[in-house]
């Protein structure tokens, strides 16, 4: 079964330094990825997917991330970090061919950025 | 404007008490799903529907039903909560489905079940 594992469940970042969100998946297939956001008292908002297309996929507000299949990894990157992007990332998988309803989010991370 | 609606934004129950989550949306989504929150689990899938009169399991169906009889609507029944549903929930709509088309989130419906 597919599913995903973010590393670390609070990041910490001054404004300014680099934003790195860590994420693995597990998948015996070709998967879709994605990255969801959540603000304060919000649902989630899509920020970018991998849908087999670029490796490295530019998102809203800066974001990108990269599919490495060797590494089975699909962090998220933004090279300087402003306030307004304190949040929680949630990295989700869906299996192309698959079930196309069900889509495993990850335990979610929770950035903060210090002024 | 374009949205997905739940209501209500809170509810406290006691155990036991059938309660129904509303949720509509207003883009004429095929797809519709729901969500629990809670901390240190993230998101986890109730139940969706692909379709209208097409609904299927999530990863944590048990306690949950649900109904899609028209297409903007997709409400959220427990037919006798505990205290283990007190979450945090969300409903969520796609123009197709979630992997070819982004889900649209409402804000939330913040569940006590004492």
């Known amino acids: 079964a597919q599913s995903v594992t973010q590393l670390g469940s609070h990041v910490s970042v001054s404004e300014g330094a680099l934003v790195l969100l860590r994420c693995n998946y597990s998948s015996s297939v070709p998967p879709y990825l994605f990255w969801y956001v959540q603000y304060p008292n919000q649902g989630l908002q899509l920020l970018l997917k991998y849908t087999s297309a670029a490796t490295l996929v530019k998102g809203i507000n800066g974001f990108e991330a990269e599919f490495k299949k060797s590494e089975t990894s699909f962090h998220l990157t933004k090279p300087s970090a402003h306030m307004s992007d304190a949040a929680e990332y949630f990295c989700a998988v869906s299996i192309h061919g698959g079930s196309q309803g069900n889509l495993i989010f990850g335990k979610g991370t929770k950035l903060s950025v210090k002024p | 404007e374009a949205q997905v609606t739940q209501n209500p934004r809170y509810l406290i129950t006691v155990t036991g008490k059938k309660l129904t989550v509303t949720c509509s949306q207003n883009?004429?989504?095929?797809?519709m799903s729901w969500y629990r929150q809670d901390p240190g689990l993230g998101l986890r899938q109730i139940y969706y529907s692909m379709n209208v009169e097409v609904t299927d399991k999530g990863d944590v169906p048990e306690g949950y039903k649900v109904s899609r009889k028209e297409k903007r609507n997709f409400p959220l029944i427990l037919e006798s909560p505990s205290p283990n549903q007190t979450s945090l929930y969300f409903c969520a709509s796609s123009l197709v489905s979630p992997y070819n088309s982004p889900l649209h989130f409402g804000n939330g419906t913040r569940l006590t079940v004492t």
């Open positions: 883009m004429n989504h095929e797809y």
